[in-house]
């Protein structure tokens, strides 16, 4: 009897406990047939509740604040990642079957099951995520990994995949500050808290010299009203430094100053401006900015979970570098590859440290599959460590570019929280921009800490879309809109944004007409540039022959320069009846926009929807004449 009591003690306490704690329950179905699938296993994303469907594919979990989104594992079907609104109570998970039959099931083989993949049929480039449509046709040329079991290993024979098949997106941040402002605070606010990132008090400094060209690799720092330092940033080819307060907290002091170290000398900043307030300006008396050292590195995820991407993804980062060596020339290019894993694996993390040997670097690139790990998390913040302070990063470096690939977050205890608060602020201090890569499997708490990396080091966020039929579901960021456009000429062109910067003394354009007027050559000394024609006028202008009379002066003004986006463009002085054209162009000479200009003409450009960087006005007027110079675009 008193065994009894004590069953049913038991059994009331577990059903209270059971009524305290909010449940999920779901069913588990296969796509096509839409029977029940028993023995399913789903788990949730933090990999600490799990449970395993029963014979009519229902099961029951408790509800987790630690993640929103479940991972179903299931013999014979596509591994599953599925974002759980917040407060469901009940959800029902659709299972794709794999194209690959199953004779047998080998525990720790280390040839993975392969499948027959899809490949859009209409154009993915450049065009609007919104608008796309899932037509897919199969294709019997392209090979994908499907994913692997728990400790599997993927083998790299027979890979033969080709770049520019993944399709990605970019949300840079900085370009859409007022939205992140919002979302901060609405659709993604749970996660500053899970991450303890707070990236919202931003403070902005422009540093330039007397000719108002960039200053890379100034030291900026901002430092609270005791003068202890809160963060530290290096200016970027475009002479910006992104500062932040209460990164980890929160919490924010009423004032604070700047204080810009350049060549061992110090520009201070006594108030320094939020930006909200505006930019913190600083020029300073040095000369012309020349580094042509670039720095890249690749941190990447090898679990197995990266199954299904990783031997596309390196196809694809190849390319990338072979393609910067050609778009950059003149520069020093150099690679580093970190790969990572987790705790217990083979590996946890592993490097091949920066070297211009770029065929070399690929080489090592292409040596790891993946393989390993087990639960969702992984040694994301080790791999971090390592890659920010034991790769041996340029001090004198354009760009210094660290670029981690990944499907998962690290692991959520206070420890590895830690690490990530200890090395995100290094990696600031040192220039390293990151551009986190998010891959299938990323969830909304994932996406919301990569972004917030990549706005604490003046970086960007990119990830991969479906377009490519390539891999498991990807989400989509929570944004407006994006575009679309294939991954390795994104990357290519992050890093060239990234890496260029204006010419200090750049060549002057031939003159094929003796009557031409002369070109004003860069750098311009203030945002106001003239010309004036230098073809001396000869005593027989009064004589009846062909020579044509010089041009009169020709002046013009763009202001505010760097601009946020709006620009007031003035050109003055132009002969009666003489029309103009002002172009746009980035610093490859890529035409962007092209705009009449009639005589004094006053007209406003607006270049906003352009990332951060520095770009070239050149206005042409007669019939070869033309005025040069950069603007730089802050957001």
Known sequence: MKTILSTLGFLVLSISLLAQTPMLKGKVIDQATGEAMPFANVLWCDGKTGAVTDMEGDFILADTTHCDSLKVMMVGYDLMMVFVPEGSKDITIEMNSSVTTLDAVIIATDKPARYEDVEMSMSYSRVESREYEHSYRKSKDAKGYADAPVGGVYSDEGSGEKAGQLTSGEVNDFSKWALWEDIDKTDLATYNKQWQFYPENRYVVQVTNSKKLPVHNATAVLMDEMGSVVWSAKTDNTGKAELWAGMFTGKVDKKYSINVIYDNKSYPVKKADSFANGINFVEIPVACSQEKNVDVAFMIDATGSMGDEIRYLQSELSDVMTQIKDSLPGFNIRLAIVFYRDLGDNFVVIQKDFTSNIPDAINYLQTTGAGGGGDYPEAVDSALEVSINQLSWSNDAVARILFPVLDAPPHAE?????????????????????????????????????????????????????????????????????????????????????????????????????????????????????????????????????????????????????????????????????????????????????????????????????????YYLTYFYGTESKLCAPVVLLH
């Open 414 to 614: 206070s420890s590895n929280i830690a690490s990530l608060h200890k090395s995100i602020p290094i990696a600031a201090s040192k220039g390293i921009r990151i551009v986190p890569l998010a891959c299938s499997g990323v969830n909304k708490s994932t996406e919301y800490m990569l972004r917030s990396f990549a706005l604490a080091t003046n970086g960007t966020y990119v990830f991969l879309t479906d377009h490519s039929g390539i891999g498991n579901p990807h989400i989509a960021p929570t944004t407006d809109d994006y575009k679309v456009e294939l991954l390795n000429e994104a990357l290519v062109r992050i890093i060239i944004s990234f890496s260029k910067s204006p010419e200090c003394d750049p060549a002057k354009p031939e003159n094929t007409n003796q009557h031409d007027t002369a070109v004003a050559s860069l750098p311009i000394p203030r945002d106001t540039a003239k010309i004036q024609d230098s073809t001396p006028i000869a005593d027989s202008l009064k004589t009846d022959t062909n020579i044509v009379a010089p041009l009169p002066e020709i002046s013009w003004r763009y202001y505010p320069n760097p601009t946020a986006g709006p620009l007031t463009v003035e050109i003055v002085n132009l002969p009666e009846g003489e029309n103009g054209f002002l172009y746009l162009t980035d610093l490859n000479g890529k035409l962007l926009r092209r705009y009449e200009v009639k005589e004094n003409n006053t007209f406003s450009v607006d270049i906003s929807e352009f990332p951060t960087g520095t």
